[in-house]
């Protein structure tokens, strides 16, 4: 199984409807020697941005960050062989044939993180989605209470020089916005893909500035090096007295001052954006977590583990479950192959030993046998 950043998709909600995806079988084998066709791929395309996450695990496997990246996110398992290839001098016609390995079963998680040049972080009714509106054509929904945008909304800037920018509005964050308070987790992450942060200040609140050191400490308990992203301050409605009065006694430097109400001071802002992204550098991508290798000792080094159980005994071990899934129980010389395979692998040493009496239950895999020595 195959995905596929696709600009196409917008978002995952197929994924939600539907939770279980699978690819094409395989086809038998025929005569003259000639193999079974392999199953198709299944491609499934996902939004641009698309992080993979192993979900058992929290391996990440790929990130799809770009329009046409892919990933092999599960393969299918290995072909058996026909008649053909068991027979001997002796055995000119076996009635032998293994079936083939069933493919790899993953459970996955999907995350779209935003990809954006300029987001915009604040508390909640500091006036993104307004400022949003002030420098793009987009229609971000507006109103005074808080989480009014629940999912980033997405405009386009023009500058003066024709350059475009996308220019991400990033729901509000709140106290604790890092330990997942006001949905804090699901909003930061999509600030990690954005080259330049603004951090828009409500001027209006009685204290503004503490707003800020909140708004900062939020990101760097998410993440240092988001905190440390090239960022620009602006502090919003400067169409109100009580800002305006903030601005003439305010000594801090570098702050850009606007309103996205009447439009005052917002030219400055996108011009200080546009030098602020031209130097920005791209933000590094996810890369998959390299698999854990674990050393094992060879198969043919000693018997596969019997566990005594209360319903029989259970053996375990790469070689005699590779075996059963190999064999097929419905032809008597694959049957005779079979015992005498666990005989070489000392399967039936090992149950000996461990006490197995005629009749007993002995589970390998997911198929169940009568033991008889």
């Known amino acids: 199984m195959v995905l596929y950043a696709s600009p ?8 939600a409807r539907r939770r279980r995806w699978k690819a094409e079988d395989g086809r038998p084998g025929a005569g003259g020697k000639k193999t079974g066709r392999a199953g198709s791929d299944l491609r499934l395309p996902v939004p641009v941005g698309t ?19 892919e990933a092999v996110v599960a393969v299918g398992g290995a072909g058996g062989r026909g008649n053909v290839h068991f027979r001997s001098p002796i055995r000119r016609a076996p009635e032998i044939a293994e079936p083939g390995l069933p493919g790899q079963e993953r459970s996955l998680r999907l995350e ?21 509106r002030a420098v793009s054509a987009a229609t971000p929904r507006v109103a005074d209470y808080p989480f009014t945008t629940l999912d980033p909304q997405l405009g386009v800037a023009e500058l003066a020089d024709g350059r475009r920018l996308v220019v ?24 990690e893909r954005t080259r330049v942060l603004v951090y828009v ?8 500035w503490e707003q800020l050191r909140m708004v900062r400490r939020e990101v760097g308990r998410y993440s240092q090096e988001l905190l440390r992203r090239p960022s620009l301050v602006v502090v919003n409605k400067l169409d109100l007295p009580d800002v305006q009065a903030l601005r003439s006694r305010s000594r ?14 917002v030219q400055e802002l996108l011009e200080a954006v546009g030098r602020a992204v031209a130097e920005a550098p791209r933000p590094g991508r996810l890369e998959p977590t390299p698999p854990v290798r674990r050393l094992r000792a060879r198969t043919t080094s000693g018997p ?11 053996v375990s071990g790469p070689a005699v479950e590779r075996l059963v899934a190999r064999t097929r129980f419905d032809s008597e010389g694959a049957l005779q192959r079979f015992q005498v ?6 399967v039936s040493a090992a149950l000996e030993e461990a006490g197995a009496a005629p009749g007993d239950t002995v589970r390998i895999g997911e198929m169940e046998f009568e033991y008889q020595p």
Request: glycine share 16%; hydrophobic share 45%.
């Open 112 to 132: 779209v993180k935003l990809i954006a040049d300029v987001g915009l972080v604040g508390a909640p009714n500091a006036g993104k989605s307004s400022l949003l």
């Open 252 to 265: 801090r430097r570098g702050v850009l001052w606007c309103s996205a109400l009447t439009g005052e001071g």
């Open 8 to 15: 196409e998709v917008t978002s995952l909600v197929a994924y």
């Open 304 to 314: 596969p583990v019997v566990e005594r159980r209360s319903w029989g005994y259970l």
């Open 341 to 346: 395979a666990l005989d070489r692998l000392g």
């Open 51 to 69: 992080v993979v996450i192993d979900d058992r695990t929290g391996a990440v496997l790929a990130d799809l960050d770009l329009p046409g990246a």
């Open 201 to 208: 200040v409500d001027g209006a609140v009685t204290e503004p």
């Open 168 to 191: 991400a509005d990033i729901p509000g964050l709140i106290e604790g916005a890092a330990g997942g308070a006001g949905l804090g987790l699901r909003f930061l992450r999509h600030v």
